[in-house]
Nanobody, 113 residues
Framework: QVQLVESGGGLVQAGGSLRLSCVASGINFRFYTMDWYRQAPGGQRELVAAITSGGVTNYAEFVKGRFTISRENTKNTVYLLMNSLKAEDTAVYYC???????WGQGTQVTVSS
């Protein structure tokens, strides 16, 4: 079955950390660029971070220095380590595989201030 499954979300206090995971199945994971997006209530979905098949990373300005994207091809998994979380990081976080535009179901991250 072709799918992406995210996990690791939850409720955390401001300043805390979470690590999100996204496990891919049914695709040749190591060949794809993997992205993390987020969507806050009432907001648009926005790109948070990306990692290419070769391990090159890119971050949105609002997470630079706080979030780290990584991948483990042997486990078909991409991670998002989120440190120094802020209330404005509250959103549903989604992973995405490019260029096939495959999406996971999302995982909720709530940061209390």
């Amino acid at each position: 079955q072709v799918q992406l499954v995210e996990s690791g979300g939850g409720l955390v206090q401001a300043g805390g950390s979470l690590r999100l995971s996204c496990v891919a199945s049914g695709i040749n994971f190591r060949f794809y660029t993997m992205d993390w997006y987020r969507q806050a209530p009432g907001g648009q979905r926005e790109l948070v971070a990306a990692i290419t098949s070769g391990g090159v990373t890119n971050y949105a300005e609002f997470v630079k220095g706080r979030f780290t994207i990584s991948r483990e091809n042997t486990k078909n998994t991409v991670y998002l380590l989120m440190n120094s979380l802020k209330a404005e990081d509250t959103a549903v976080y989604y992973c995405n595989a490019q260029p096939i535009d495959l999406w996971g179901q999302g995982t909720q991250v709530t940061v209390s201030s």
